[in-house]
T-cell receptor, first 115, second 114 residues
Framework: GESVGLHLPTLSVQEGDNSIINCAYSNSASDYFIWYKQESGKGPQFIIDIRSNMDKRQGQRVTVLLNKTVKHLSLQIAATQPGDSAVYFCAENFPGGTSYGKLTFGQGTILTVHP | NAGVTQTPKFRILKIGQSMTLQCAQDMNHNYMYWYRQDPGMGLKLIYYSVGAGITDKGEVPNGYNVSRSTTEDFPLRLELAAPSQTSVYFC?????????????FGPGTRLTVT
């Protein structure tokens, strides 16, 4: 999961395993939560989002779970592939009124998938 | 579509110099954003724009300025560069209110201030 400091959390898995990446968000007033993937040397890429009135949302091979009670978000990747190796960021919207897509990003988790 | 493009890819500045980071998108997106990413950290929002002629500050605007004269372009200006501005800068765009969190990012500009 996310942590304070310069050393990113890391997760190593074998190809074909399921991966779970965790994130603790900060603001209970946020109403959108988003996961982005960033491959080395590239800009982040949108994966999936979830509104605060939901606790689960599924995409293609990915599932996001939201637990508002403990302010926790997770991204599950099924049948992880080497191409999933990247840094994964959770983000939350700026709370209050119309946020215009303004986001606060977490520190990120490095996912390494071994063939 | 080229998506979001940024120039230059790399730049080294001396302390006190100024420069403009260019960003353009060809998706006709209304919303555009500038972020900086320091080593081992997430992205922080510098400025954003919801349309031509409309800009506003994000989380870390000090030392930067922006303009948005067209829908396509959203340049970021650094005046009096400081070592604390050494970072990777990302520009992003999104379609508008209903999908503002699905942002499309450019490849980034790596800036070093020495």
């Amino acid at each position: 999961g996310e942590s304070v400091g310069l050393h990113l959390p890391t997760l190593s898995v074998q190809e074909g395993d399921n991966s779970i990446i965790n994130c603790a968000y900060s603001n209970s007033a946020s109403d959108y939560f988003i996961w982005y993937k960033q491959e080395s040397g590239k800009g982040p890429q949108f994966i999936i989002d979830i509104r605060s009135n939901m606790d689960k949302r599924q995409g293609q091979r990915v599932t996001v779970l939201l637990n508002k009670t403990v302010k926790h978000l997770s991204l599950q990747i099924a049948a992880t592939q080497p191409g999933d190796s990247a840094v994964y960021f959770c983000a939350e919207n700026f709370p209050g009124g119309t946020s215009y897509g303004k986001l606060t990003f977490g520190q990120g988790t490095i996912l390494t998938v071994h063939p | 579509n080229a998506g979001v493009t940024q120039t230059p890819k790399f730049r080294i500045l001396k302390i006190g110099q100024s420069m403009t980071l260019q960003c353009a998108q060809d998706m006709n997106h209304n919303y555009m954003y500038w972020y900086r990413q320091d080593p081992g950290m997430g992205l922080k929002l510098i400025y954003y724009s919801v349309g031509a002629g409309i800009t506003d500050k994000g989380e870390v605007p000090n030392g930067y300025n922006v303009s948005r004269s067209t829908t396509e372009d959203f340049p970021l200006r650094l005046e009096l560069a400081a070592p604390s501005q050494t970072s990777v800068y990302f520009c992003a765009s999104s379609e508008g209110p209903k999908s503002s969190y699905e942002q499309y990012f450019g490849p980034g500009t790596r800036l070093t201030v020495t």
